[in-house]
């Protein structure tokens, strides 16, 4: 179907439909309109969390041990620091210290608490339940506060641990509690932070363990290493709601579009310029029925002497194909020659397509078949039954 047909059928519509047409057209121009208002007069607000302020910390343990006897490795007094393995008998005690920084984005203060506790907990070591703990303590070690923290500065709390001291303490729990397993022994330091900044106060708790497993002769210390953590201090802002192109932009394109297409529907229907003549309408009828019954026709050229039969005219394609279909034959159109036949019973049944509503007879000559079957005065019309009237 070529673009004067589209044209065609789209003029039909209108002309047919133009109320309905108004009438999305109207349906379109309120969304526009409704889109437009949003996005650009009352667009609305929205809530956002915003980050204020913002705080960090770094935390972590430092540990050693003292040589207290003499041997021929380590000479008394000699520290070693930060050792996975120390030796029970020549440095019992694991000493140092826990240590807060604090920065901040701003002149800020941090208030902060920590508290270093020795923990020693039970563990089963069934085959069902190993791992789970069966007995704790606590016992505290050290506590210390700080208040107006700067950011920049940091706070130490030490500690100091008689390794074969708290595991002889281990063994008299499970000897008096009758039970056997294994035990778990770790400093835990908690903290509890409080940063102040332009008024605002957002409490912070953090824990952190030094793991200490006795063995024979030595004891391992493991974790407590250093850790950073950010904070973000955030607040609700109410802000007006803000929106992408599609809605700022399109919003505007599709009301003043739907306007100018109603605008122009409106004169358009009131000039009468989606009218059709008689030519364009049986232009259209026969395009359909061309498009509809494509399958039934053939492009055959037939011989002069098909031209000498009888003939009885139909008045549309529609009407021929139907015939053709009722007496079992075929329809033929002879190429270039705008005509169909079908050949009956000794009669030459015709439809003679209209004229293009554009035909323009300086231009374009039709061929003389066509010109002979558009000038035939006297025809005989068959109808869809296939019946021939003279």
């Known amino acids: ?30 969304v526009g309109g409704w889109v437009t208002y949003t996005a650009h007069v009352e667009p609305g607000t929205t809530t956002e969390e915003r980050v204020v302020d ?16 003499g041997n021929p490795v380590f000479e008394e007094g000699e520290r070693l ?25 701003d002149d800020g203060r941090l208030n902060a608490t920590v508290t270093l506790e020795l923990v020693v907990r039970g563990v089963s070591n069934d085959f069902e339940t190993e791992g789970e703990p069966l007995w704790q303590t606590a016992t505290p070690i050290e506590r210390r506060s700080v208040a107006d923290l700067r950011p920049g500065e940091t706070m130490r709390v030490p500690f100091s641990i008689d390794v074969p001291a708290a595991r002889n303490r281990t063994d008299d729990i499970t000897s008096e509690l009758g039970v056997g397993g294994g035990a778990d022994m770790f400093v835990r330091a908690t903290v509890v932070a409080t940063p102040q900044s ?37 607040e609700s ?22 306007l100018v297409a109603l605008l122009a529907l409106g004169l358009g229907q009131r000039r009468g310029e989606f009218d059709l003549t008689d030519q364009e309408r049986r232009w259209l009828a026969y395009r359909t029925d061309r498009a509809e019954f ?42 270039e020659a705008g005509v169909f036949y079908v050949i009956n019973d000794g009669y030459l049944y015709t439809y003679t397509a209209p004229l293009p509503p554009d035909w323009n007879e300086a231009e374009v000559e039709p061929s003389p078949t066509t010109l002979t079957d558009r000038g035939e005065d006297e025809q005989t019309a068959v109808s869809g039954d296939g019946n021939t009237n003279r």
């Open 81 to 105: 620091p930060n050792r996975t393995v120390y030796f029970t008998r020549v440095a019992p005690v694991l000493d140092g210290n826990y240590t807060l920084g604090y920065a901040a984005s």
């Open 198 to 234: 332009d008024g605002r106060t957002r409490t912070q708790t953090f824990e952190q363990n030094l793991t200490i497993a006795p063995e024979e002769s030595t004891y391992r210390v493991t974790g407590g290493g250093v850790s950073r953590e950010r904070y973000e201090v955030t």
């Open 54 to 69: 913002s705080w960090s910390r770094t935390a972590g343990f430092d540990h050693g041990a003292t040589i207290t006897d």
């Open 294 to 335: 494509d399958e039934w026709i053939h492009t055959v050229s037939l011989p002069s002497e098909a031209y000498d039969l009888p003939r009885a005219r139909a008045e549309s394609l529609s009407e021929l194909v139907d015939f053709a279909i009722d007496v079992d034959s075929g329809v033929v159109e002879p190429p």
């Open 1 to 30: 179907m070529g673009d004067r047909d589209w044209g065609l059928r789209a003029r039909a519509v209108l002309s047919e439909r133009w109320m309905e047409v108004a009438m999305v057209l109207v349906v379109v121009a309120l």
């Open 237 to 258: 802002v109410t802000v007006e709601r803000s929106y992408g192109p599609i809605r700022s932009i399109g919003g505007p394109v599709v009301l003043v579009g739907s």
